[in-house]
């Protein structure tokens, strides 16, 4: 079913395993079932009363539109009362000039009713469009200042939902839901005092039917609760599982899954059909039933009305005017109740989107600033791991006493397997996460101690797989620094070998970039990646596989940038292409979150430890086969660390090497 599943109940699917998600149980658990995780209570006092906060800015349009509302439902429903007196008072006694009288009232009621809609839609189109603003804005500002762990454990379709679905539902609530319960109370209330004054003996037969009412709509709601969620379960999986197959056609096309997966999106849309059919069903059957009791309240008033006339207990004509009034009254009575069955849906899903949308903004950032945080100004970028344990989940420990001094200017390296903890150092290095004991010092202070901003926009990080945003290549290029002017984002883009290929698209620099940037080439992703690092003129520099996805020749022009971008930085690098470390400072091998071998390239062979081993894994296999091109790109690289290592050092700049070197 794909993300369907996980997206019924809490944010995450917890597939087990070790590292970042193993810890999506933490935060979901949070929501105690599928049910309650997606259509939460029916009424939470605390929760509304959070909810009209949000009205309060806008308290004088709020009470503009509420007068608007409470005018246009006693127009409308004072209309019943004016034909009930025009027939008791006028047509049966036979004066017709007070009828001239009562249709000029008919049209100023008309009238008024006309303008109190009319200010009421004005008033609440202000209120809710400002409404949507601030929330969604508040969701956006508070979803930036929360900590990598929160977005470790969380399904980024359900955060979206949050700032989208759940935000419109509650606004819609907040605005034109809440004035249509006020005007259906309004009326209900109006239609009992108009009843009563007509006949409260008539009015008693028609009040008859709501015990009926009251105990087939609290049947009603028990089923058509579970029913209205089902269909919004199973819509969710159906959304997801298209999701994640046009997200994955490429891969569905090229192992020939068209057909199995259709079948298996038919298995799910068919859940959908079921579940859409019965909440029709409930519906279908509410409604009838409202119509078979005005009916029947109707003919009770018919008959105790006729039982008065014949009896002598009341006036024939009184009577005649009593009947109609009560007929058009028992109409008005029930279109309350009918249309707040229609709305029954919107309220539960308004109050669940209330209840995921507090919920996220009351999940507190863990990466936060001290009240005495000091602001970093330019570094140096020596970095120091003091004694440094970090454990994502408690008891699990991913790094074990880390001590490691890197001199500012130094090119440190990590190697070893998967989940040997080389991303969990780097990521303490820009505060992404807290150490669970131990301090990460840059410049002597410790990351805990400073501004986080203060520290990461000294800092430039490329991925293996770069994140470039909507938008142009320049703007893609100039993201991390706005103040770079157009030559600066064409002298980093000259920098790394893209100026050339960026020139020859449709539009150069001012190309539009479609989703995740897929009219690129990873290789031209990857150059766009460390042009905007270039561009950023980062302090310390993290290159976590950022070049794994690339050929060997985009590899020397991508190693010929970082040569140049490093001088006078700190700079680590994570990579498994041994030939891209080979003429680094330092170089550490990493295993089960420890340190175990540092040295150079060479003192690591000589020494014929772990490294020594992986290396002659990676390339005796290799070497008959690549022995000439392998040393070809290894003499490239090895000189463009050599010609990094002298200007680092203050030396001239020797010619830089060509790929064909």
Not at 90 to 108: N, P, V
Not at 225 to 230: D, K, P, S, T
Not at 243 to 256: A, H, I
Not at 590 to 605: A, N, T
């Amino acid at each position: 079913m794909g993300f369907g599943g996980s997206m019924a109940g809490g944010w995450t699917t917890n597939l087990g395993g070790q590292g970042h998600g193993s810890r999506a149980a933490n935060w979901g658990s949070s929501h105690q079932s599928d049910w309650q995780d997606e259509y939460g209570s029916l009424y939470n006092p605390a929760l509304v009363r959070r909810m009209v906060r949000y009205l309060a800015p806008h308290k004088r349009q709020a009470g503009v539109a509420f007068l608007a509302m409470v005018a246009f439902a006693c127009f409308s429903y004072i209309q019943p009362f004016l034909i009930t007196i025009a027939v008791r008072d006028f047509i049966t006694e036979g004066d017709l000039s007070g009828l001239k009288w009562l249709m000029i009232a008919f049209i100023g009621v008309a009238l008024g009713a006309w303008a109190a809609e009319y200010v009421r839609q004005w008033a609440m189109a202000h209120v809710g469009h400002r409404v949507l603003l601030r929330m969604r804005r508040q969701m956006f500002d508070h979803l930036m200042s929360l900590s990598q762990r929160f977005y470790d454990d969380a399904e980024v379709g359900r955060v979206m939902s949050r700032v989208t679905s759940d935000v419109q539902v509650l606004q819609e609530l907040l605005t034109s839901g809440v004035l249509t319960v006020i005007a259906d109370v309004i009326g209900l209330g109006i239609v009992v005092a108009a009843v009563v004054i007509l006949d409260w003996q008539l009015a008693l037969v028609t009040f008859a039917v709501l015990p009926v009412l009251i105990v087939v709509m609290i049947v009603w709601s028990k089923f058509a609760r579970r029913a209205f969620l089902e269909v919004r379960v199973t819509i969710a999986g159906v959304n997801s599982t298209l999701n994640e197959d046009l997200n994955g056609v490429r891969v569905v096309q090229g192992l020939s899954r068209e057909e199995e997966n259709a079948r298996r999106f038919d298995r799910i849309n068919a859940r959908n059909l079921r579940a859409t059919r019965r909440a029709g069903m409930l519906t279908a059957s509410v409604i009838p039933l409202v119509e078979v009791l005005i009916a029947v309240a109707t003919a009770l008033v018919i008959i105790v009305a006729g039982m008065r006339i014949v009896g002598g207990g009341l006036d024939p004509a009184l009577g005649f005017a009593a009947v109609l009034g009560f007929s058009l009254y028992i109409q008005r009575f029930f279109d309350p109740v009918r249309d707040l069955v229609l709305q029954y849906t919107m309220f539960q899903r308004a109050i669940a989107g209330a209840e995921r949308i507090f919920e996220v903004l009351d999940t507190k950032p863990e990466i936060v600033d001290k009240p005495d945080a000091v602001e970093l100004q330019d570094i140096a970028g020596e970095v120091v791991f003091d004694n440094v344990t970090l454990a994502y989940v408690e008891g699990l420990p991913v790094l074990h006493d880390i001590d490691l001094h890197v001199r500012a200017g130094e090119t440190v390296a990590f190697v070893g397997a998967t989940g040997a903890g080389k991303t969990s150092m780097t990521s303490l290095i820009s505060r992404s996460y807290d150490v669970t004991q131990g301090a990460v010092r840059v410049d002597g202070h410790d990351v805990r101690d400073v501004q986080r901003r203060s520290l990461t926009r000294q800092m430039g990080v490329v991925l293996q797989d770069p994140f470039l945003f909507s938008g142009t290549v320049a703007e893609n290029i100039r993201y991390g620094n706005l103040d770079a002017t157009d030559a600066d984002v064409r002298r980093a883009a000259q920098i790394v070998g893209a100026d050339e290929w960026i020139r020859r698209l449709r539009d150069g620099y001012d190309t539009v970039l479609t989703e995740r940037a897929q009219n690129l080439s990873v290789g031209q992703r990857q150059l766009l990646a460390f042009a905007r690092a270039i561009v950023a003129d980062p302090r310390i520099l993290i290159l976590d596989e950022a070049t794994a996805n690339v050929d060997s020749q985009t590899e020397a022009m991508i190693q010929a940038a970082i040569a140049r971008v490093m001088r006078g930085r700190t700079a680590f690098v994570i990579a498994h292409r041994l030939s891209t470390i080979r003429s680094v400072d330092r170089i550490l091998v990493m295993s089960d979150g420890r340190i175990v071998e540092s040295g150079s390239h060479e003192e690591l062979l000589a020494a014929g430890g772990r490294y020594a081993e992986l290396y002659r894994l990676t390339y005796a296999e290799q070497q008959d086969e690549t022995e000439f091109d392998e040393a070809a790109s290894l003499g490239v690289l090895s000189r463009l660390w050599e010609r990094a290592r002298i200007e680092k050092a203050g030396g001239a700049p020797a010619a830089a090497p060509t790929t064909g070197d």
